[in-house]
């Protein structure tokens, strides 16, 4: 059960980083993504912190949920 509520805690985390990324580009327009710096460095923040959390599941976690897309890049940068 532990490790179930782990996973899951890392789960919401990234769900709000995602959210985070999507309220970005809400509220600015696709060119802007080239043009503002801070914008940039605010969406690669929350993909760096995708990247962070997806290594902590569980591998138990991650064998039950191939089709989530992090599984395919657990571990990737660190190389």
């Not at 060119?31 to 710096?37: N, P, Q």
């Not at 138990?60 to 395919?72: A, R, T």
């Amino acid at each position: 059960m532990e490790h179930e509520e782990r996973n899951e805690q890392i789960r919401q985390k990234m769900l709000g980083e995602i959210a985070d990324i999507e309220a970005f580009a809400r509220a600015r327009e696709p060119e802007d993504l080239k043009a503002d710096r801070m914008y940039q460095k605010a969406v690669v923040m929350s993909l760096i912190n995708i990247g962070e959390l997806s290594k902590s599941f569980t591998e138990e976690y991650l064998k039950g949920m191939p089709q989530i897309p992090c599984v395919l890049t657990v571990g990737l940068y660190s190389r």
